[in-house]
């Protein structure tokens, strides 16, 4: 593509809302020029205020084709006996079947105000658990061509998933299709790098303490070395987690991840949800981030992470939509706060006044800043050398209608939660999302539907 120039009436730029604004990108697709109170000068002028994209920075996509469909109770339930019936699913899907629901997931994506996801994919080989006979990453570039064909951003991280808990010499039966250690998560990763798909990089995980020893973390650390790739972890995201690793360590998860595998600012803490205030600390220490996934959390009762208290240590934070039962940021962001308001029996738990007196605009700004280092990236949002991602707001949208700009945030967050608020969507200067509506829209859905039939009739 060659350069493009857009004029919006209203942008979000440097953590405000500014005027005017005319956004230029260079031909490869990232911003060169951000310019408030500027003319149109011919630029494509927009069709409502303008705020950037952000990145989903924690998903397992096959699981959207289990959203909505474990909300039964048959004796007791929790995330263990629902992750039991999760694995029934990743049992049965081949590459074909993930395209078809990943592309269904990436475009609902989309609509929902995500540009780039980060998949955190461990479902690699054949359900018998031996590797794909053309190709052992034949699940990843299912992945990947799902996104391309939604026109959506890819951060692929294969996990190194080696045992079933803490003092577990290997996996369970029913977790066969999950098997790696880090030689073949390091080369999987430089193998998606080295093919150079449009919008699609890569970097590595460790599913969790409990499913990787540490000598598998070692050589993860070793093999990656000082390249400059983002790191993921599923980290207490349960008591019983917990629990267990004190048990066999003698230490809480994150204070152990801290003190023995040196976390930088290429790891990324995924949930962190039982954190103590020590551990926090220890954390920001560090300069790695976490990615907190509200919906999924909320949905399998994990618990309510400590958002004061990463806010208040700066640690760098973003959103996640994991298992999918959620798939928009603002939803996201709104579950995050409610959860904060039910537990402190508050308002407002996220401002910071005078500084930053809207709840939406902080928890929104801190997701963007956010987003970047967990996807692999050096920038993110409207400013020169980020990508140009970007959402137009629909200002007549229910939720929207009538209010202020300066108040757009806040209704999109708090009232904005029925019908299509985002307009269009824009993905490296590319318009992908129109009107609310994909132009593949109808065809994906209907494989999707069809595939959904076969696997729950």
Known sequence: MTGVTYWAPAAWVDGRWQHKVRLSADAGGHWQRIEPDAPADGSQVLAGPVIPSLVDTHSHAFQRAFAGLAERRDGDDDFWSWRDRMYGLALRL???QLRTIAARLYVELLKG???QVCEFHYLHHQPDGRPHADDELAMSWALAEAAESAGLGLTLLPVLYARSGFGQAGLREDQRRFATDAAWVDAAARRIE???RPLVN?????HSLRAANPDDIAALRSRVGDRDIPIHIHIAE???EVRDCLAHTGRRPIAW???EAAPDTRWHLVHATHATRDEIAQVAARGASVVICPGTEGNLGDGLIDLPGWLAAGVPVSIGSDSHVTRAWPEELRWLEYGQRLALQRRNVAADPPRAPSTAARLFEAARAGSAAPAGFAAWGLQSGAR????????QAEGLLGLSTEHLLDGLVFSGG???VVRDVFVAGRQVLSQGRHPKDAAIAAEFAALMQQLWR
């Open 388 to 395: 140009a991602d970007f959402l137009v707001l629909d200002e």
């Open 94 to 96: 081949s590459p074909q």
């Open 418 to 420: 029925q019908g299509q």
């Open 202 to 206: 890569a970097g590595v995980a460790l």
């Open 257 to 259: 991840l801290c003190e």
């Open 238 to 240: 349960q008591q019983q």
């Open 194 to 196: 080295a093919a150079r």
């Open 113 to 115: 105000g995500y540009t």
